[in-house]
């Protein structure tokens, strides 16, 4: 799509928003007039979003909160569900790993490998606890009661890796007045089972206790054809999680202890896509000549299957894969939070332990050929993180002075090791997963340190106007597998300067800018030893915002607005490129083709800058008692800079795309590869989302019928804009209907993808070498296909 027709397209959406509110407002306004004795008005949220308790519109920030009962709603079981509730965010994922996009900023790697511990640009956290791994974000959501999705950097109060913003998943507390649970069991397409049970038990007038057990299992989503029946399908799910948080709860004091435990043993699709979709090679004008042609030569499917292969998949959810796959994971958690309410100051402190070990294993030529029969390639990782903070903050008093200070600690180590598949026992069959020679057999850990110390202050001026201000000093440190790896170490300086004026009793409005980063790391030895830097640098972003929150017609409708513009710097790559092997230093990579001496390697870059504008809405709008409905509303342009450029004359990344658009000399050995006004992944140019819910009073209990549409833009799911990287505008549609049969029965029938889209969640620009010449391939990954099911639940207070 040219410039031309997306600012058409955008300047109809906002047209068509602009149209559809004000019809809003004015039906709105006719309802109060004829049905005011129905009015319901809309439930205000409080929220934690600057750490402190305050009102969802109070915070000047673009912020979405979700309730309990939106999230049970909107069927959200994890976080790949938020997406279609907040505007703005993409929730990419493959394999066992999450890969949250938001702002033009996205999550390329994933997992603990030889370069280092994934980092995402979202920070993910769970009860004020950060989640260090993207392996560690596809955890189950179980009696949660609220999620807050901060949208920009969020560096002053979260530290490192909030570059794009922050999700939040508070649970709920122990209730201390009365012994309440519930039993809800779900069953579905693909043979799903899934249970959860909730107990609080209060055990004295200051203690209580609250135990969540779950239980959920499905069989695979992606037929695997080799072996009949479901045995060896992908994307299977067999998850079990548990949780107990105990509270003691006095006048002045308050202790929480929350331990967590979580188990999954399934079959999985690969880390980075299971499905090759198709493949550019490059060839020479004439045998021996040294010289390629500049035109690729572009192959649907999979380029590279074995010749023994005897079938190709049948799409995105059929496939033949013949060797194993498995995703097992199993993690634990403890976290003890002390909070004081002295006459000076309001006391927290915070401590976090928690571990993870996992074992990720899939078929490495996707094909019902080859090797694989007794091989196969994967990861497995232990990591354990420790992390505590102290916060200090101002007590209510109604003064025009508020504060929050503290200091912040984290440390975290990941052991980790590649998998292959071996014949340990001479029988001739590969049955064991081992670690190869290569594979770091050492157990030599990567090992993080973080320091912060912050503040965050707010001023009222006058009776309409206050500031506000936050400081935070971010001091790293890595050390990475192999004593040749430099250490790395960084110091940041972040900071956010906000100015709120309230126009009205319910409208504010506000400006801020804002400062962010994502911590920098180390490239391989291997890679460093063929021409990368051994070290590459944080990227840094710059967030200016203006926004209004607003009550409008007597609670009926509220409406959040804000446009901003971010600046990115110092972007990382994830790139795949071709270089010349161990005995062939001081070649060309285009001579080392020519000789067959060459190989491929994964890197990462400071490629430069990437510019990113928009706008967001979120619209809430209750006219009647009975009716609810939800609006949001993304706007984005996102694109890399003019110097944005990767590679050199001993790195050739996507050499296989030949002189793809121009964007490279694949005949000149020290031609970059450039990223001029391409997108960065997951960033599509608007997504407009629609909901409703009508609530239907019934001589038994009380009907809700749900209707939830996502209408998003074309977009790419990965940095590297080639067509078969393309996802298409589409449209996702959920629904659910909701039976209350009276205060303890409640009866769900639900419905997710309904039009059963096949979406990228990821796709990837991969190198090879295939009968000795460079090629790329593209490996993605797809969402789930439709799925429906019925839920009962029963609840006892």
Known sequence: MNKTQLNFRRKAISA????????????????????????????????????????????????????ASDIERAGIIDITGLENLTPGLRIGSSGGEVRPAMRGARTNEVGVAGTGIAEQVVGIFQDGVYVPTTTAGLGAYSDVQRIEVLRGPQGTLYGRNTFAGSINVISKEPELEYTSGSIKATHGSYNRSAYETVLNLPVSDEVATRFVVSADRHDGMIENHVVPGPSDDLREKNQFYARNITKYDTDDFKAMLRIDYSKKDSNSEAIWGYQQIAGYQITETSPGSGIFDEQATVTPGHIYQPGDAQRDDKGPYDVYRNAMSLDKQESWSATATLEWALDIANVKWTTNYSELSGQQFYDSDYSDGGLDIVGGFGRQDDQQAIST???????????????????????????WEWLWREDTTGDGIADDLVVPSWGNPDHD?????????????????TDTTGVLAGLRYNKDEKTF????????????????LAVEHNLAEDIMLY?????????????????????????????????????????????????????????????????????????????????????????????????????????EADLQWRPTHALTINSTLSLLDSEFSNDYAVGNSDLRPLLGLGNFQGRQDINDPNSQFSFKGWSPAMSPGYTFGLSGRYEIELDEGLLTPYLQLTFVDDYYAFDTNIPEAKVDAHIMANARISWEINDNIQLDVFANNLTDEAVLTRAVVHSQIVDGLPINSVQANWNNPRTFGISLKYSFF
């Open 389 to 415: 903070e102290l916060q200090l903050s101002s007590v209510e008093n109604n003064g025009p002075f508020s504060w929050i200070a503290g200091a912040y600690l984290f440390s975290q180590e990941a052991d």
């Open 511 to 615: 400006a801020s800018a804002a400062t962010g980063y994502r911590t920098g790391g180390a490239n391989d030895t291997r890679v460093v030893a063929r021409g990368a830097d051994p070290l590459y640098d944080n990227e840094d972003v710059i967030s200016y915002e203006l926004g209004m929150k607003s009550y409008l017609f007597d609670n009926a409708v509220r409406l959040n607005l804000s446009v901003f513009a971010n600046e990115y710097s110092d972007v990382k790559a994830q790139l795949f490129a071709v270089s010349c092997n161990d005995i062939n230093a001081g070649l060309s990579v285009v001579q080392c083709v020519n000789q067959g001496v060459s190989t491929t390697f994964e890197y990462y870059e400071n490629g430069g800058d990437v510019s990113t504008y928009g706008l």
């Open 16 to 67: 068509a928003v602009h149209c559809s509110l004000t019809l809003a407002f004015v039906t709105t306004a006719k309802a109060q007039e004829e049905q005011a004795e129905q009015q319901a008005g809309i439930e205000r949220i409080e929220v934690t979003a600057n750490k402190q308790p305050q009102d969802l519109q109070e915070v000047s920030s673009s912020l979405t909160a979700l309730s």
């Open 445 to 461: 850990p990567h090992k993080v340190d973080s320091l912060a110390l912050f503040g965050q202050a707010r001023y009222q001026l």
């Open 481 to 496: 597998t192999g004593d040749s790896i430099p250490d790395w170490d960084d110091s940041a300086v972040l900071w956010k």
